[in-house]
């Protein structure tokens, strides 16, 4: 039996699923372009490197990405341990000393007797044997080249300008109204927020003086190079060219009438809803670059927006990743093509710890089949196996955008739980470790918490 995988990419996704494979007895080749070569964020010579942040978010479990982390601890994920060993306080977030995260995982890698580490880059996906992709958002441009064409050319992306995500159930629905325009289709498809000339006045004065995000050199050229504006303009470019540019655009009232009167509204924010359980609404054309907290206290001043939770914050950056639904199964393999694995940012999974976690799954999945074992499909309770479901099976309406760990994609709960938000997420993470300690076992539990 052929008891070897090739990886390609010792990012965090690439390093979990070399890890998980030889942990299993796999021969692992390990290819990694640097030092030889550097995408425009990556700078240092070692594995895993965090481009950016040095914070994993949140550890608590009432907090999706707290839940993942917990979940991969006890699944024995290397990173996690890596960032355990390198903590640094930060509260309720989980922040490491990244030269300290690196050097661990790196040394971890290359000891590995099962793991031999190549520094080349790979320029087009090796035909043969089992292979995990794991080369992240900023791929080299030969392997993109090889894997648009290996998707058919549409498949991959090359920008991520996204609209944000909210909890359906943190919005007010006593302003906000279910209609589809002119009552075309289905009218859950579309919650309304509606604006008096006021509001409206007040939420572009906000909007048009909002703080954007910096653009990094090579999001800029990019921008540039594709002409992206002309597409998917960020709501708040659009707005800077006129007052009545939103009314005649992403806002535009007629044919959604206000129920009580039958009028329509001065402007009126659509959102769709993302997935079929209805548990997350996207707000229609507004793509974004405004900062985070800036599209926290802009956004919410939408009419049925006030309180509303952000499952994803819109975002407009260079992002390489493919179009998985249909394309990739829950395993992270391609449909069709056995042998072949995507893995971390590249799938449409976005952040450092859903990219481990695909990269968790993808690394298993493939040592599973070179050991000639079954293969291992994490249930959607939990948010290993929801984000793996979510990424092959995309949501609905609106084009495939990557998606970070949140309790809108994960199955929902059986029975209503009472006192909020906090004790509903915490009883899916109940259900969620319950699940992943009967059937996986409890491995490596975390004994550095503290
Ligand atoms: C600029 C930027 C900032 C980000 N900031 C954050 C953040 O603050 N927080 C967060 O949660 N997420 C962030 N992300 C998103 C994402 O979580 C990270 O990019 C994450 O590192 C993705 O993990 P990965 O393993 O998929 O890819 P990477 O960590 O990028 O690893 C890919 C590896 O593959 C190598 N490689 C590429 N092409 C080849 C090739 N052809 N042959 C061999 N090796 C190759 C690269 O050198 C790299 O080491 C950011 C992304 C970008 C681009």
């Not at 006129?242 to 039958?262: H, Q």
Request: charged residues 20%; glycine residues 10%.
């Amino acid at each position: 039996m052929n008891k070897k995988i090739t990886v390609i990419g010792a990012g965090l996704a690439g390093c979990e699923a070399a890890w998980q494979a030889a942990e299993r007895g796999v021969e692992v080749t390990l290819y990694e372009m640097k030092p030889k070569r550097f995408s425009p964020a990556h700078h240092s010579e070692g594995f895993a490197e965090l481009v950016c942040s040095n914070s994993l978010r949140s550890i608590q479990l009432s907090n999706a990405v707290g839940l993942l982390k917990e979940e991969l601890s006890l699944l024995g994920s290397l990173i996690m341990e890596a960032a355990y060993q390198s903590r640094v306080p930060a509260g309720a977030a989980l922040a490491v000393n990244r030269e300290a995260f690196s050097n661990y995982i790196t040394e971890k890698i290359r000891n590995h007797p099962k793991i031999t580490v190549i520094n080349e880059e790979i320029t087009e996906i090796p035909t043969e044997g089992i292979v995990v992709v794991a080369s992240g958002p900023l791929t080299s441009e030969a392997l993109s080249r090889s894997i648009s064409e290996l998707t058919g050319g549409d498949e991959l992306h090359f920008f991520d300008a996204a609209a944000p995500i909210v909890d359906f159930s943190s919005i007010n629905t006593e302003v906000a109204f279910f209609a589809s325009r002119y009552g075309k289709g289905d009218a859950e498809d579309y919650l309304n927020c509606p604006m008096t000339k006021e509001q409206y006045d007040a939420f572009y004065e906000a909007l048009i003086s909002a703080e954007c995000a910096p653009l990094k050199a090579f999001d800029r050229e990019l921008q540039e190079d594709l002409k992206v504006f002309e597409g998917c303009m960020p709501v708040e470019v659009m707005a800077k060219r006129g007052y009545d540019t939103l009314r005649f655009g992403p806002m535009k009232p007629v044919g959604l009438p206000l129920p009580e009167t039958g009028e329509d509204a001065y402007a009126t924010v659509q959102l769709r809803r993302e997935n079929r359980e209805g548990t997350m609404y996207n707000l229609v054309g507004f793509q974004t670059h405004l900062t985070f907290p800036e599209q926290r206290r802009v956004f919410g001043m939408i009419p049925g927006l006030e309180n509303a939770e952000f499952f994803r914050y819109g975002v407009m950056h260079r992002n390489t990743y493919l179009n998985s639904p249909g394309f990739l199964t829950p395993t992270y393999s391609v449909k069709g093509r056995e042998g072949l694995f995507f893995a971390g940012q590249m799938t449409g999974v976005e952040g450092y710890i859903e990219s481990t976690s695909s990269g968790f799954v993808a690394g298993l999945n493939a040592a599973l089949l070179a050991l000639g074992e079954p293969s291992a499909v994490f249930p959607k309770e939990t948010q290993i196996g929801a984000l793996a479901h979510y990424v092959s099976e995309g949501g609905i309406g609106s084009s495939f955008q990557p998606m970070n760990a949140n309790f809108g994609i994960i199955a929902p709960l059986d029975k209503k739980v009472k006192g909020g938000k906090k004790y509903r997420n915490e009883a899916y993470a109940e259900r969620s470790l319950a699940i992943i300690k009967e059937r996986y076992g409890n491995s490596h539990t975390n004994e550095n918490t503290d």
